[in-house]
């Protein structure tokens, strides 16, 4: 009798310890964003599922159903738009074109600019050059003596405009000539910069390295070494750099099992984060509170016009100081990524901006005065890498260029000059100038009756398509020919100096707006009312599916079959360019 109450005892507990399993991990699903973003392991085996396909070219220009003299009227502007950038550019194109095969990143951008159905036609015939050499103010030059407005902030790096950073450039190699690449013992301005770094960031020291991933992968390890603790939280969409650590979806291939990917803005993170002993930290990229949940836009995933983008300050200042609370209360470290926003948003970065003080801060970009930089600031005692009862246990960290002296000479230069007058006053102006210029350049599109919005937090911008079509990705050309210069990731992100002035920006508001009249004008954004954003994406959907199984084709909804594509699934392209470009990588989340 006494054996069997034994048994049920057993089988009580395990089915409690069970049910207890279910519900805390439901309670972690529940706590993950609803698309596929936030669910990495997920997105990671869709991605790979992906057949490559590719319209053909008698159908290239009118996949979304546009009759024929709108998809004459593409094809001409097609040409007209190549054969324009091709006789503007012929020394930067035949520079960079050789590169394509050689250099890795270039191959890779120049394939990831357009949705990969359109990308083979267009990267065959339609080249931008990636070759630069010279700059001046906002402008940068090609081989051809072609000055273009500057939209792309080279990754973010760019908050004062080029000749801040070659003024800052120019002083370091003066402060640290002498001693030259002595790596090691330190030249003695790094002191000055360690004592500007602790003022901004309000915390107690600093370490430097040499890029931003490697500040943030070197504050997550201190997080994990101090808190005993597995596990770092990072907010649905957010970038972080290259890490695998910190990319556990697509873009990397290693299963990473020490990462909660969550919702941002929401309770229910709020409550893993109060409930979880494994959690040691919480990465936050405040550049997130300009499109929560999501990446940051690119034109390589523009198939339809549902881009968003909302930035709703007071909403994120009262979702940081939640999360604050709830590190403090259980024991998480708090990092603030700032590689992207330190010393932009503000001169104490996010942490200024939004008025939250985090427990470890990296930068990186800007910092470095124009050389590459990477700087972890923390608390003493985040920041120590070694236990002094326990002597063996460390928690390594060292780089060969950390420190090196011409970064530290154009570090001091930069942190000198950002805390003069000059330069705080223009922190003081930045957010109201920047949501000036661009409620101006939106009064300039509605009243020209363009399906374009431009959305912005601070001097952070990205464009928003308000009609229908499956080709705004075009957009990108027509702004490069206007005379502007983007990053490969388009209309997805335009990042500004803060030395614009108001004359530049007024040019740069022409230029936007003459070249979506052009691209209006020349058909790109023909409507209609069956093409519908859901008509794109069942269509988008519906030529996957047909490439991947091509015995279903015939059954599959086609919203936009009369005029739709034959689509075509690529496995064996004949040239050797078409085979790079053919490749069935799947487009990843990018930097800056
Ligand atoms: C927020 C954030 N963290 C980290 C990184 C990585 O920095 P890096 O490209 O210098 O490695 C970036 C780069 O864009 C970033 O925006």
Redesign the pocket.
Same mark, same amino acid.
């Given at each position: 009798m006494s054996q069997s109450y034994l048994v049920y005892f057993i089988l009580v507990c395990i089915a409690l310890y069970l049910v207890k399993r279910v519900v805390v991990r439901l309670r972690l699903s529940k706590a993950k964003h609803p698309s596929l973003r936030g669910h990495s392991k997920w997105s990671r085996r869709i991605a790979g599922q992906i057949p490559f396909f590719a319209y053909q070219e008698s159908e290239y220009f009118s996949t979304d159903g546009a009759p024929e003299h709108i998809v004459e009227s593409r094809s001409v502007a097609f040409d007209t738009l190549k054969k324009q950038i091709q006789d503007s550019s012929p020394k930067t194109l035949a520079h960079s074109e050789p590169l394509e095969n050689s250099i890795s990143d270039v191959r890779f951008t120049s394939n990831y600019r357009i949705p990969f159905p359109y990308r083979n036609q267009l990267s065959k015939e339609f080249k931008l050059g990636s070759i630069a050499d010279q700059t001046q103010g906002s402008k940068i030059k090609d081989l051809d003596g072609n000055w273009r407005y500057d939209l792309s902030g080279s @990754?973010?790096v760019n908050v004062f405009g080029y000749d801040f950073y070659k003024d800052c450039m120019a002083e370091g190699m003066k402060i640290a000539g002498n001693l030259g690449p002595v790596l090691g013992a330190y030249h003695p301005v790094i002191a000055e910069n360690v004592e500007m770094i602790k003022q901004v960031s309000g915390l107690d020291e600093v370490s430097f390295h040499m890029?931003?991933? *490697?500040?943030?992968m070197q504050a997550v390890r201190l997080a994990r070494y101090h808190t005993g603790k597995t596990h770092l939280v990072r907010l649905c969409g957010? @970038?972080? $750099?290259?890490w695998d650590g910190v990319q556990p979806g697509i873009g990397n291939n290693r299963k990473t099992n020490d990462v909660y990917t969550l919702s941002d803005l929401s309770d229910n993170t709020l409550g893993i984060l109060d409930s979880r002993d494994d959690i040691a930290c919480v990465l936050i990229?405040p550049?997130q509170a300009f499109h929560p949940n999501s990446d940051s836009a690119s034109d390589v995933s523009l198939i339809a016009s549902d881009r968003a983008a909302n930035f709703d300050k007071q909403a994120y200042i009262l979702w940081l100081e939640k999360i604050r609370a709830v590190c403090t209360k259980r024991n998480i470290v708090l990092i603030f990524? *700032?590689?992207?926003?330190g010393f932009r948003l503000s001169y104490r970065g996010a942490q200024g901006f939004f008025g939250i003080q985090a427990d470890l801060v990296?930068y990186?970009?800007t910092l470095g005065g124009g050389y590459?930089v990477?700087v972890v600031a923390g608390t003493h005692k985040l920041m120590k890498r070694y236990k002094d009862n326990k002597p063996v246990d460390v928690s390594f960290a060292r780089g060969t260029f950390n420190s090196h002296p011409y970064v530290m000479g154009a570090m001091n230069a930069f942190l000198t000059r950002v805390n003069k007058p000059e330069i705080q006053a223009i922190y003081q102006s930045s957010e109201d100038v920047w949501n000036n210029r661009v409620s101006l350049l939106n009064q300039r599109l509605d009243a020209a009756k363009l399906p374009l919005k431009i959305v912005n937090m601070h001097s952070i911008l990205s464009v928003i398509y308000t009609r229908p079509s499956r080709y705004n990705w075009m957009f990108q050309f027509y702004l490069r020919n206007a005379g502007l210069e983007l990053s490969w990731t388009g209309t997805g992100r335009f990042i500004m100096n803060l030395s614009y002035t108001d004359e530049e920006f007024a040019e740069v508001i022409d230029r936007i707006v003459t070249a979506a009249q052009q691209m209006e004008k020349d058909g790109w954004w023909w409507s209609s009312p069956t093409l519908t954003n859901k008509a794109i994406k069942q269509q988008f959907l519906s030529d996957m599916l047909s490439a991947k199984f091509p015995l279903l084709a015939p059954f599959l909804s086609k919203p936009l079959s009369k005029h739709s594509a034959h689509v075509t699934a690529t496995s064996a392209p004949i040239s050797s360019s078409e085979q790079l470009n053919a490749a069935p990588e799947n487009p990843i989340q990018k930097? $800056?």
């Open positions: @990754y973010g890029s931003g991933t *490697e500040a943030v957010a @970038y972080h $750099g290259w990229n550049l990524d *700032e590689v992207f926003t990296t990186g970009k590459p990477g930097a $800056g």
